[in-house]
């Protein structure tokens, strides 16, 4: 154990940890370096967050920028970083966002989504998918269930929440046709036996599901959805904290399903790091929310609300790129996937890849991502898992990745796969 670590143990809280035991000094593009001098591949990005690699340049600069003028104001007063965000942000976001409301993190955005959705419907129902991801905080975790140990030791959670089942085709056996079929089945029985429609303000949903598994809804599904919420007058929260900012091959994951979300949430990758998140609406929306219902003392910070304007310039230049990188990739996994019987799937939505890992008869390999963890640290490379038993590999490279770079991480996780089975 290293002096760092000791000192992280007798002092940081045990509740909170990191991945691997090693002091990360610097970092810089799709590399980051220890404190001994080697260097990492960084396929974590810090959970799909650092979606311009480490350091941007642009980014960095405006940050620097920002930091020399103003770097706090608490909603005191006015300041040029805030809107300029908020319309680098709407410029990019699927039609129908107009306004932005911005928050520290990812689940501070998804609770004032929420509060937003039953203050201007007048009803109180939420309505979740089983397998999502919406953050920690009290009011948050009672919308997750990608993993029931974040709930544990937490009930009574918050009344009138319904959770729904998400299409997981491959975890239920089934074609993605019949799993959304079963899916929406069971979304018509729960307004028939447990909820009726005109009490439910929004269904809140990852249209790429993270945590849970890296499952993308189909175009089917999310339109199905969609039709229904128009029906009965309720609202589309999309959770985009993670699938976000040219994650999955649009801005939005919403845009590439070509559907609309009422509220959009966004988080993670937003400014490359900093902390920032934001609620995206429509005008017609936001402006039924009255004055004083929500606040906030660090969202919008002028620091951060700079770097996410210059990151959203900068991914400009990427955006466009992620498809062809990832059919790029996903050939290569198709291809390791012929030789690897460890490998039950391979799927997802531009540069947000899962490979679940599994045993005999495709039951979850729950030991299986621990070794290939520690096979890909050996070779000099991070990278994280997902799903409700740990099982799912995270592919998630910076969307500006070299071509040489996403090669030799896919190399690594093979070989690591490969090892593991001996």
Known sequence: MSDLQKRFQD?????IEFDYPVEIIDGKGSWVTGADGRQYLDFTCGIATSNMGHRPDAVVAAAQNQLNRLWHAGGSYLYDSIVDAAEKIVDVAPDGIEKVLFMNSGAEAVEASVKLARKVSGRQGIITFRGGFHGRTMGSVTYTTSRAKYRQGYHPLLPSTFVTPFPHPYGWGMTQEDANAYALRELEFKFKFEVTPGEIAAFLLEPMQGEGGYYPASSEFIHALRAIADEHGILLIADEVQSGFGRTGDWFTSQVYDVRPDILVMGKAI???LPLSAVGAS???FDKWP????????GGNPVSCAACAANVDALRDFVPGVNRLSGYAFSRWAEIKEQRHTI?????LGLMIGIELVKEGNEPDTEAFAAIGRHALDAGMFILNCGPDGNVIRFIPPL???QDDLDRGIDILADAIEAYEG
């Not at 004055?291 to 660090?298: A, I, N, P």
């Not at 039950?344 to 997802?348: E, I, L, N, Y």
């Open 11 to 15: 002092i940081i809280a045990p509740v």
């Open 344 to 348: 039950g799937d391979v799927r997802g």
């Open 400 to 402: 500006n990745v070299s």
């Open 291 to 298: 004055v004083g219902s929500h606040g906030t003392t660090f």
């Open 283 to 285: 005008a017609e929306l």
């Open 271 to 273: 400014a490359n790091g």
